[in-house]
């Protein structure tokens, strides 16, 4: 056993300073970013937000709704290889896990020339050989796809990833809003410091990585943007809408949309007949307020990231992390520690 002493730091631990500035008004923030991915060398242009591929988030209906702002929606696994062919594939990931029947679905769409322009291979624990392998199985199958692989959220995991074939390393073990994995596992990483750390090492090898999980504000969203995310997932940000694709449940007059964890016993009993023995649930179900349209919530989190742009004098969000000077708020209590130096 040994302890890592380095304080570890979360959206909530900080604040950004701000800077001064040239800009005079929100309106000259551009957050749209380009890129040429490493792998599959293929270029994009849009806002790097993506609707996580939960269900209620990462649906047809979301797609359709983001695409139209230039952001991505990961489509949940549950989606047909048609659904897929009925919405922007510029602004949609096809998401896969790591067992048999995700690569027999790969290799047939590769077979029918319907190889998904971007794919999501998406595990609670990116750790594994076996995910490591399809990583590069899938970059072989489809080489000019764009692949985002996670989760993981440690810089030699990321590096790994990259190597094996990730245009972007999805990063966050624990974060997430309906995850209850740190409570039941006792892993996890705090957001902030994983994005800085992944961040640093899939820059170097010209990757890029996708912050997911924890932003509850779009303080939150600048925050992980700020700390060096080329895209940001969100889960509980874009659920509760019209276009969650979900039944509106009225409860003492007011309107609610069920959200909860892909992995949660709900969602095992829903999608895989329920969940198996030696599995623990590592996920919530809650009942999300309704929110409406998702139009009026992305208009209120990209002000909101067009404003910290223009607090710290970033004219593009790609400058944002360079203008960023992140303040600690919080002090980390490390007396329980103590117990073990004894
Ligand atoms: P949020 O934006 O809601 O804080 O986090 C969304 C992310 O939480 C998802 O993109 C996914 O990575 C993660 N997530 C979703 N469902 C579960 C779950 O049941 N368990 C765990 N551990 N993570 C989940």
């Given at each position: 056993m040994r302890i890592e002493r380095e304080v570890k730091l979360d959206f909530k631990d900080v604040l950004i300073r701000p800077k001064r500035s040239t800009l005079t008004s929100r309106s000259e923030v551009n957050l749209n970013r380009e890129f040429t991915f490493p792998?599959?060398?293929?270029?994009?242009?849009?806002?790097?937000?993506?609707?996580?591929?939960?269900?209620?988030?990462?649906?047809?209906?979301?797609?359709?709704?983001?695409?139209?702002?230039?952001?991505?929606?990961?489509l949940h696994k549950f989606h047909t290889d048609d659904d897929y062919q009925k919405i922007n594939k510029d602004f949609a990931f096809v998401t896969f896990g790591i067992r048999e029947p995700d690569e027999a679905r790969l290799r047939s769409l590769v077979k029918k020339k319907q190889t998904p322009k971007f794919i999501c291979i998406d595990v609670a624990n990116g750790y594994t050989q076996r995910f490591v392998d399809f990583v590069k199985l899938a970059r072989?199958?489809?080489?000019?796809?764009?692949?985002?692989?996670?989760?993981?959220?440690?810089?030699?995991?990321?590096?790994?990833?990259?190597?094996s074939g990730a245009d972007i390393v999805k990063v966050g073990i624990g974060p997430g809003s309906v995850c209850i994995t740190r409570t039941v596992t006792g892993v996890g990483y705090p957001q902030l410091s994983a994005v800085i750390e992944c961040a640093d090492a899939a820059h170097g090898l010209g990757g890029l990585v996708c912050s997911d999980g924890g932003c509850v504000t779009s303080g939150d969203v600048a925050k992980a943007f700020g700390a060096g995310a080329d895209f940001v997932m969100l889960g509980s940000m874009m659920a509760g809408h019209t276009e969650s694709d979900m039944p509106?449940?009225?409860?003492?007059?007011?309107?609610?949309?069920?959200?909860?964890g892909s992995s949660?016993?709900?969602?095992?009993?829903?999608?895989?007949?329920?969940?198996?023995?030696?599995?623990?649930?590592?996920?919530k179900v809650t009942h999300m307020p309704y929110k409406g349209d998702v139009a009026s919530t992305v208009e209120e989190?990209?002000?909101?990231?067009?404003?910290?742009?223009?607090?710290?004098?970033?004219?593009?969000?790609?400058d944002l992390s360079k203008c960023t000077t992140f303040l600690r708020v919080t002090q980390q209590v490390n007396t329980s520690l103590n117990a073990y130096e004894a």
């Open positions: 792998h599959s060398k293929t270029k994009w242009k849009g806002i790097p937000i993506v609707a996580s591929n939960m269900d209620g988030v990462g649906t047809l209906g979301m797609a359709k709704a983001l695409s139209k702002q230039r952001i991505m929606t990961a072989n199958l489809a080489p000019d796809s764009v692949i985002m692989a996670g989760n993981v959220v440690t810089g030699e995991m990321t590096e790994q990833l990259i190597l509106i449940i009225e409860k003492d007059g007011k309107k609610f949309i069920e959200f909860y949660s016993s709900y969602a095992m009993d829903k999608h895989s007949g329920g969940k198996a023995n030696y599995r623990a649930s590592e996920g989190i990209l002000g909101g990231v067009r404003s910290t742009c223009t607090y710290v004098g970033a004219r593009r969000l790609k």
